[in-house]
């Protein structure tokens, strides 16, 4: 069964570095999302892809965010200066098609900012 | 915007019983998904469930979209149940994102 896949699984960094996050979604899905969980807190939306373009991005999702799906495969999300605050599991999801269809999300990346 | 709520917050359960875990929400949805976030923090994708009623083993789910509740049953309980459960909505024209409840964190014990 096809699954979205996300590497590294887990990534530690200094603040003020820059980390790529990099997710597969399923190859015949057309949405991509990034969501975030801070330790111990729910999870939340970052910001929706579609048609090349970001179609939604949440109040979080600032001018240090950044997302690129460089090829037909890969979704990346670009944090260009790390805070500690930053330290959370980030998930990529994706669907394939009408909104209300299944999201299916990957494994997460665990990032912690030292 | 939607609110996502979520009961109980914490559940213990002796292995074997039953529980039954409520997600209520604010508006209409076209979408309400139910997970399970393992002890390595992955999001197990439970049930993708709308409307009516779905069931895998030992778990089941049921969507009341009208009134604006989904219940998560879990029969004869085992260990490996633990973690935490999270619903999750969408709503019509918002785009797809996904909404989170809180999570109701159940305990099975031995």
């Known amino acids: 069964e096809p699954e979205v896949t996300q590497t590294p699984s887990h990534q530690v960094t200094q603040m003020g570095q820059e980390v790529i996050l990099r997710c597969v979604p399923i190859?015949?899905?057309?949405?991509f999302y990034w969501y975030r969980q801070i330790l111990g807190q729910k999870v939340e939306f970052l910001v929706s892809?579609?048609?090349?373009?970001?179609?939604?991005k949440s109040e979080i999702f600032d001018d240090q965010f950044s997302v690129e799906r460089p090829d037909g495969s890969n979704f990346t999300l670009k944090i260009r200066s790390t805070k500690l605050e930053d330290s959370a599991m980030y998930f990529c999801?994706?669907?394939?098609?009408?909104?209300?269809?299944?999201?299916?999300f990957g494994p997460g990346t665990r990032l912690t900012v030292t | 915007g939607i609110q996502v709520e979520q009961s109980p917050p914490d559940l213990i359960l002796q292995e074997g019983a039953n529980s039954t875990l409520r997600c209520n929400f604010s508006?209409?949805?076209?979408?309400l998904q139910w997970f399970h976030q393992n002890p390595w923090g992955q999001l197990i994708n439970l049930f993708y469930?709308?409307?009516g009623t779905k069931q895998n083993g030992r778990l089941s789910a049921t969507t009341v979209a009208t009134e604006r509740y989904s219940l998560l049953y879990i029969s004869s309980s085992q260990t490996t149940d633990s973690g935490v459960y999270f619903c999750?909505?969408?709503?019509?024209?918002?785009?797809?994102?996904?909404?989170f409840g809180q999570g109701t964190e159940l305990s099975v014990k031995p």
């Open positions: 999801a994706s669907m394939r098609g009408r909104q209300g269809s299944e999201q299916y």
């Open positions: 190859s015949n899905h057309l949405y």
């Open positions: 892809f579609y048609n090349n373009e970001i179609s939604e």
């Open positions: 508006d209409s949805v076209n979408n």
């Open positions: 469930i709308p409307s």
């Open positions: 999750a909505v969408t709503i019509y024209n918002q785009g797809g994102k996904l909404i």
